[in-house]
């Protein structure tokens, strides 16, 4: 009943994630146009819109880490013999384990470093963060592990609905590799025309 209500909890805390990383970079690929960006960001940056927002995306977030820590502890007690591996690529559990905390690492870091910026220059922020190769790089090693993490744990969600159908996977794949080539767009862009 608790499992239940953990593993819920957990995919709505993710589906609200999901749902933010979606407006999230499709306001971000608005920097293609310096005015339509202005203008976003100036709504966006009122402190209705903005704390509110974050509060739910930091919510979510400790609602989503605190589950999954949860069930995890909760399998590894009831399950002393492993599953047998039947995946074609079996990604060791530390492994796993070392992702997520980069993962987490990354939004930590990311949104330290928007809740320093000058909110009327977000613009001239990004400029200035992608113009360096080693930030280039940290938000593209962030991408990849969150295009990972999201992958995965998608075709988990079907899985554990009774859905194993391939039109889904290739739906799922197909949607991720779009956001991430969304975000990476921007900084990849700045980079090179720095
Ligand atoms: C290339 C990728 C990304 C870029 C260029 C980017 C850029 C930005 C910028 C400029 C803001 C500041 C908005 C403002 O307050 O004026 C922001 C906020 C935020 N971003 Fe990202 N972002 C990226 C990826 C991500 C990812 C992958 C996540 C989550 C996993 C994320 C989560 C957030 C959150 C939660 C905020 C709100 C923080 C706040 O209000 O200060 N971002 N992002």
């Known amino acids: 009943m608790l499992l239940q209500l953990q593993k819920r909890s957990m995919a709505l805390a993710g589906t609200v994630m999901t749902a933010y990383l979606i407006f999230h970079m499709l306001s971000n ?4 146009s310096a005015p339509a960006f202005e203008r976003f960001y100036d709504f966006y940056n009122q402190p209705w819109v903005r704390w509110p927002l974050l509060l739910l995306v930091l919510l979510s977030l400790a609602i989503h880490v605190k589950a999954a820590l949860a069930i995890r502890i909760k399998n590894a007690k009831a399950r002393r013999v492993g599953y047998k591996k039947h995946d074609k690529l079996h990604v060791p559990a530390a492994l796993v384990s070392l992702s997520v905390a980069l993962l987490l690492l990354f939004i930590v870091v ?7 910026l000058d ?3 977000v613009r001239a922020a990004m400029l200035d963060w992608f113009s360096a190769t080693w930030m280039l790089l940290f938000y593209l090693a962030g991408l990849f592990i969150l295009a990972m993490h999201l992958q995965h744990s998608l075709v988990n969600v079907l899985q554990t609905l009774g859905i194993s159908s391939r039109m889904y996977q290739v739906l799922i794949i197909s949607g991720v590799v779009l956001l991430t080539a969304g975000f990476a767009s921007v900084p990849v862009y700045i980079w090179i025309t720095a």
């Open 110 to 116: 990311h949104i330290a470093q928007t809740l320093m």
């Open 29 to 32: 690929l608005s920097f293609f």
């Open 119 to 121: 909110t009327n220059h």
